[in-house]
């Protein structure tokens, strides 16, 4: 049974920073493109990164650009988001998912992904 699982996520205040990670099970995603989405309350599910399965080739939302960091340990089967200068409007579900289809191009749409992790609470404070 394919499982992602992501880490606990946390509170903090605005600028500080905090690390998730999806860890996966039950198959390799080596070769696979994976991303984070998330989704905050009354909103619509967003792509915020997302990256090719060697890691060569990433994918941002403009709203965090040159805060957050996407990375891959295909050894561990483990994604990682880092999160830094966060900001009240970052406060969301955030979500790993997998697009087992594809493997360098990194897709913006929900659609594109079929496998999703349980979700996780980022929540930042002003």
């Known amino acids: 049974q394919v499982q992602l699982v992501e880490s606990e996520g946390g509170s903090v205040q605005a600028g500080g920073s905090l690390r998730l990670s999806c860890a996966a099970s039950?198959?390799?995603?080596?070769?696979?493109?994976m991303a984070w989405f998330r989704q905050a309350p009354g909103k619509e599910r967003e792509f915020v990164a997302g990256i090719s399965r060697s890691g060569g080739r990433t994918n941002y939302a403009d709203s965090v650009k040159g805060r957050f960091s996407i990375s891959r340990d295909n050894a561990k089967n483990t994604m990682y988001l880092q999160m830094t200068s966060l900001k009240p409007e970052d406060t969301a579900v955030y979500y790993c998912?997998?697009?087992?289809?594809?493997?360098?191009?990194?897709?913006?749409?929900?659609?594109?992904?079929?496998?999703w992790g349980q979700g996780t609470q980022v929540t930042v404070s002003s």
């Open positions: 039950g198959r390799s995603f080596s070769n696979t493109v």
């Open positions: 998912a997998v697009d087992s289809r594809h493997t360098l191009v990194v897709y913006t749409t929900l659609y594109e992904y079929d496998h």
